[in-house]
């Protein structure tokens, strides 16, 4: 056999030796507690240990309001009330809207620069709100230009399905 094969067999065998732990009353010598024990069922039962430990942890941590107390974490209700909040504000900006316009058909009534006939609160208020305003996506000249520049160039080289030119 060669020499690191010993070595590793050496290792292994000094793992599974079998050592006694006992715990000695210091004044009688009296023994309380003896245990049987190898290296290796000590290092599995620490690292056994470990992994509960970090489990556990991260199980608190995940699943109750601890995760609070960590920065960068912001608890659920403060998210809930961000949320509501932003609504609210949304609906509050459309109805000020209505009213500033509600209130500018008014001052025109009232100077004179609108009849009174004309003046119903209901027409305002549909005027207020805003509609989207069509978006053109039709191709300008310089993306036509340049989608026949492509499929000219595509099919004076050809590509495999691999992505390599053929030749």
Same mark, same amino acid.
């Given at each position: 056999m060669s020499r690191n094969r010993l070595k590793r067999k050496k290792f292994f065998d000094r793992l599974l030796i079998k050592n006694?732990?006992?715990i000695l009353n210091e004044d009688t010598f009296e023994e309380i507690f003896s245990f049987k024990l190898n290296i290796m069922s000590v290092f599995v039962s620490l690292s056994l240990g470990a992994i509960f430990l970090i489990s556990i942890t991260t199980v608190l941590i995940a699943? @109750?309001?601890?995760? /609070? %107390?960590?920065?960068?974490? #912001?608890s659920s209700q403060l998210k809930r009330d961000a949320t509501v909040l932003a609504l !609210? =504000?949304? =609906?509050?900006s459309i109805a000020l809207k209505k009213n500033e316009v509600y209130i500018k058909s008014i001052q025109k009534v009232l100077n004179g620069d609108l009849e009174y006939a !004309? %003046?119903? !609160?209901? =027409?305002?208020? #549909? #005027?207020?709100?805003? @509609?989207? /305003?069509p978006i053109d996506l039709s191709p300008t000249q310089k993306e036509k230009e340049l989608r026949e520049r492509?499929?000219?160039e595509e099919n004076t080289h050809?590509? =495999?399905p691999k992505g390599k030119? !053929?030749?």
């Amino acid at each position: 056999m060669s020499r690191n094969r010993l070595k590793r067999k050496k290792f292994f065998d000094r793992l599974l030796i079998k050592n006694r732990l006992i715990i000695l009353n210091e004044d009688t010598f009296e023994e309380i507690f003896s245990f049987k024990l190898n290296i290796m069922s000590v290092f599995v039962s620490l690292s056994l240990g470990a992994i509960f430990l970090i489990s556990i942890t991260t199980v608190l941590i995940a699943f @109750t309001p601890l995760r /609070e %107390f960590i920065p960068g974490y #912001s608890s659920s209700q403060l998210k809930r009330d961000a949320t509501v909040l932003a609504l !609210k =504000s949304d =609906s509050l900006s459309i109805a000020l809207k209505k009213n500033e316009v509600y209130i500018k058909s008014i001052q025109k009534v009232l100077n004179g620069d609108l009849e009174y006939a !004309k %003046f119903n !609160k209901d =027409s305002i208020l #549909s #005027s207020a709100e805003e @509609t989207a /305003e069509p978006i053109d996506l039709s191709p300008t000249q310089k993306e036509k230009e340049l989608r026949e520049r492509v499929n000219n160039e595509e099919n004076t080289h050809p590509v =495999s399905p691999k992505g390599k030119p !053929k030749n």
